[in-house]
């Protein structure tokens, strides 16, 4: 997804700024796993970094990345420490909003928060509200490995607020995808903010290419192409329990 905003920041032909901000909520220890060695850091640092043909009409590439855990930071800084346009940031970024950097109207930014567990997770309702018309968003869903639906209703409820938050908050250039995996224990899932005019590509792409990655296969919804009570309902099986979907007024 970001390789595709640089690229098409690059052209000129976006409604925005040819200037980018990259915030890494839940950064990690930038360690790469799989196949390509992937890890946020080092894709965020990649593309801050890329050099092709028209890259230099972007004018400004920066990234603020967060992380919680000391020691996790201290490996994240022996890493990426001394890549220049990124700021490391040993902190809990849960109330950081995009009022605490300088975004211009118009500029693009890419939000991006893949928390281990719902009790850390740092989209709030604030960060919701400070997002500008140019703002698009990922966010990982049901990553803990022992599966959500073991934490308490509480904490599921809340993410489940929170996630309606980001459909109902969507800018109308824009469009909100639900990607899942099939038949996975932990239900991963992703719920991402993107041009309208993307939306049925980006959809089509994930899920040829997660299929690739996911024998059981991938699957996922559009809030534009597939409306906003088939997403609900998604959320639901996503975060409640079968008895407690059931227990449901209807
Ligand atoms: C799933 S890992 C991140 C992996 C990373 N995004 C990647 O692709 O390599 C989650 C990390 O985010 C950190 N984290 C979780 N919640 C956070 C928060 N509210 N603020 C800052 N860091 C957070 C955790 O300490 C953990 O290191």
Redesign the pocket.
């Known amino acids: 997804m970001l390789g595709k905003i640089i690229g098409s920041l690059s052209t000129g032909k976006t409604p925005c700024n040819p200037s980018i901000h990259i915030v ?10 799989g196949e390509k060695e ?6 965020i640092a990649k593309h801050v970094h890329s050099s092709f043909y028209g890259s230099n009409r972007i004018k400004l590439r920066t990234a603020h990345l ?4 000391e020691q ?2 201290a490996r ?1 800084r022996a890493r990426f420490g001394t890549v220049s346009q990124l700021t490391l ?1 040993n ?4 109330g ?1 909003t995009l009022n605490n950097i300088n975004v211009k109207p118009n500029d693009c930014v890419f939000i ?6 719902i009790t ?3 989209v709030t309702e604030e960060l919701i509200a400070s997002f500008t018309p140019t703002t698009l968003f990922l966010m ?1 869903l049901g ?1 803990n490995v022992g599966g959500c639906k073991r934490l308490p209703r509480e904490d599921r409820d809340q993410w489940m607020k929170t996630s309606i938050r980001v459909l109902d908050g969507a800018h109308r250039n824009h469009d909100i995808l639900l990607i899942w995996l099939e038949r996975d224990s932990s239900q991963w899932a992703y719920l991402s903010a993107v041009p309208r005019v993307w939306s049925a590509d980006t959809l089509a792409d994930s899920i040829k290419a997660g299929r690739k990655l996911w024998p059981s296969g991938v699957d996922g919804l559009s809030l534009r192409i597939n409306g906003r009570n088939a997403i609900v309902e998604k959320f639901k099986d996503l975060f409640l329990t079968k008895t407690e979907i059931d227990q449901q007024p209807s």
């Open positions: 890494d909520m839940c950064a990690g220890d930038g360690l790469g796993y992937w890890s946020s850091p080092g894709i967060f992380e919680l855990e996790t930071f994240l940031e902190r809990d970024s849960k950081w991006y928060a893949d928390p281990n567990a850390t997770l740092p990982t990553c």
